[in-house]
């Protein structure tokens, strides 16, 4: 459960403060416990702070992107790292047992924030929160002004809690996780591959339309796009780990 909102003072000084070129990313973590932000640039793109780092609950960091940025950002829990190695383990979202990810991608399941920014020829930004991969935490992603039109991404809502039985992944005894029907699953049906690779012939699942009325402003499956992706053109971003519900 969320503690407390983001400091909506320090957003209002980052409001005011020009960019000279490319965009800004807000994490913040609104949750109880640490976050591990997991980062990963897309082929050809940078990754920021090596791939990750420790959030504490109640901090922010602001990361700054290049025009044209690509790739995804994903939070890792209940994470234990050795200070001198940078080597552990994460209940969720792991990415090789270290907590600079350096290129590698989170283990699944866990709720992705994916985007592909504008440049000055092609301005628009797209965004998404995706639980193709499966759920761990709540996340959004809100555009800091941007004008009409732009959407705010998120699965505000806490998944674990209400995740179908097939679907569970436990630590310990305890749910940290809701896999994904195509990663319980492995099928072509669920996972949109093979003869099922097409917006027409992948439709959601009993799964995925679950996810969709808990979280309806994120993908809940590989060909949701009418609702899942987002579109707009703003400086700044707020990436919210346990965001408020509204």
């Known amino acids: 459960m969320p503690t407390s909102m983001y400091p909506f003072i320090f957003l209002s000084i980052l409001i005011s403060i020009p960019l000279t070129g490319g965009t800004q990313l807000i994490l913040v973590n609104n949750c109880q ?3 591990w932000p997991g ?3 897309s082929g050809g793109h940078p990754t920021p702070k090596d791939g990750g780092f420790h959030l ?3 901090d922010e960091v602001v990361l700054e992107v290049p025009e044209g940025w690509s790739g995804r950002i994903w939070g890792r829990q209940g994470c234990c790292f050795d200070t001198k190695t940078g080597k552990g383990t994460c209940e969720t979202g792991d990415c090789g047992g270290l907590l600079k990810c350096g290129g590698m991608g989170g283990v699944p399941p866990a709720t992705l924030v994916e985007m592909t920014l504008g440049t000055p020829q092609s301005a628009l930004h797209f965004y998404d929160v995706s639980l193709v991969d499966g759920f761990n935490l709540p996340v959004s992603m809100k555009p800091v002004g941007g004008g009409i039109g732009c959407g705010v991404a ?13 679907l569970v992944m436990k630590r310990q005894g305890k749910v940290v ?3 994904s029907a ?5 099928s072509d049906r669920y996972c949109c591959t093979g003869e099922f690779a097409t917006p027409k012939s992948c439709k959601p699942s009993a799964f995925s339309r679950l996810f969709k009325t808990i979280c309806p402003k ?5 060909y949701d796009d009418s609702t899942g992706l987002k579109i707009c053109k703003a400086h700044r971003y707020v990436i919210t780990f346990c965001p408020p519900k509204g």
């Not at 699965?155 to 097939?166: D, G, K, S």
């Not at 195509?182 to 492995?186: E, P, R, Y």
């Open 39 to 41: 980062i990963l640039g």
């Open 56 to 58: 504490c609950s109640g």
């Open 33 to 35: 416990e640490s976050v």
């Open 154 to 166: 998120a699965c505000e809502a806490n998944l674990n809690v209400c995740c179908p039985f097939a």
């Open 182 to 186: 195509c990663l319980a699953a492995k």
């Open 177 to 179: 996780g809701c896999k």
């Open 218 to 222: 994120a993908y809940s499956y590989a």
